[in-house]
DNA sequence: GGCTTTATAGCACGAACGTTCGTTTTTGGT
DNA sequence: ACCAAAAACGAACGTTCGTGCTATAAAGCC
């Protein structure tokens, strides 16, 4: 690797710590300079338009959050016990990646969901992708027979992902401590409704 | 009323449709005089600081919410029937609001929660206040002896906030239709499952 | 209808924005 | 050690940002 991916990269750093502060859009790229340590043009030149730069720090955020989240719960075994180690991971991903604030790419999805672009789309593949991956990991659930063959993935999918975001609401603007163990105890409602016999005595 | 407080609020109407495209920290005072058919400065003076002007447009929308979307459940009697209500108004409240975009505070939101300040002060305020009502109302379905005496309101509030979220999102970024049949899907399970033998008769 | 109050426009300011360009420094292969 | 290539810089561009002033126009009251 050459010196120009390695700046690249902790260009990247610096910017997915600010953007989970301040946003995407609130990212400029006179202040990432200033906290890069480097010039604006040198900066600049790594990008060549501020709308790549967006794309790149919303395509490195999500690869970020594949190597906190979904890879760690990869190693617990399908089913359930997955999706909850998938969930609690979710939970403070963004304080095991080291950023500072909130998830960018959900900050990006607000920002960008009524402003259509190649930084929407990227945004939404991006956001697509975490769901895809979801979906798979409730099918394997439902054929290791833990949950219910005839279960909505899609709307399993859904409700889950529903709590994520009502956590990470209640985290980040409210401040609320037990925000991640009501997303837990959600989830083990949504379980037991979608469950086997089988899948719900494995709980507990 | 004076002329003051007339173009005050026609100024606010066109910032509310702005900012449900582009969010509050999108909004600008040139572009927003430009829509409003004004100068800068005329606009500028109504608020004195860009800052009060975009506590001006949280209000302001806030406000809107209250009579698009609660008000008019407030209709329905009370227990389960106006929290369904209370769903189905929130589903589509930025077109009945006749907002181009989306939910201005939940854009807002998404902005603020990590930048500490009076703006982010006006959007917890707002959004509590919402979560303070939907919790009165939860707690109006309990007594009315729909949902169980031993329903932990808060987590009833958490997760239905979770279903408008996700629901939000959906409708959004992705521009799925079904996003708001998911959410009284979803609604309907939730219930069903905090309910009391009445409550649940009540559904169909 | 005149007069006071209020509202709006016009203009200018310094700062920051994204972007371009030419120059200088650093790097990596030979 | 040299030299081409890559990378970073500094300065400047035109625009837009938010925010002050001062003057003019409109509105409301007697």
Redesign the interface.
């Known amino acids: 690797m050459g010196k120009g991916e390695e700046t690249r990269q902790a260009i990247l750093d610096e910017a997915l710590a600010l953007s989970?502060?301040?946003?995407i859009?609130?990212l400029s790229v006179g202040a990432l300079a200033d906290k890069a340590g480097m010039s604006k043009s040198g900066l600049f030149a790594h990008f060549g338009s501020k709308e790549e730069m967006q794309i790149a720090v919303i395509r490195e955020s999500q690869q970020r959050f594949v190597d906190t989240v979904v890879r760690p719960a990869l190693k617990e075994p399908r089913g359930i016990a997955r999706l909850r180690a998938f969930l609690a991971n979710w939970m403070d991903w963004t304080r095991r990646a080291r950023l500072?604030?909130?998830c960018p790419l959900?900050?990006a999805?607000?920002?960008f969901?009524?402003?259509p672009g190649p930084v929407?789309d990227a945004?939404?593949a991006g956001?697509?992708d975490g769901r895809r991956m979801l979906a798979n990991s409730v099918r394997m659930a439902v054929e290791a027979g833990e949950l219910r063959p005839d279960t909505d993935i899609?709307?399993f999918v859904?409700?889950f992902?529903?709590?994520?975001?009502?956590?990470m609401?209640?985290m980040?603007?409210?401040r609320e401590k037990d925000a991640s163990r009501?997303a837990l105890?959600?989830f083990e409602?949504l379980v037991r409704?979608y469950a086997t016999e089988r899948g719900n005595s494995k709980k507990e």
């Open positions: 989970s502060q301040v946003g859009c609130g500072p604030g909130g959900n900050a999805a607000n920002e969901d009524d402003q929407r945004v939404a956001l697509a899609d709307q859904f409700e992902t529903g709590i994520v975001l009502v956590a609401q209640n980040r603007l409210f009501r105890d959600a409602r409704d």
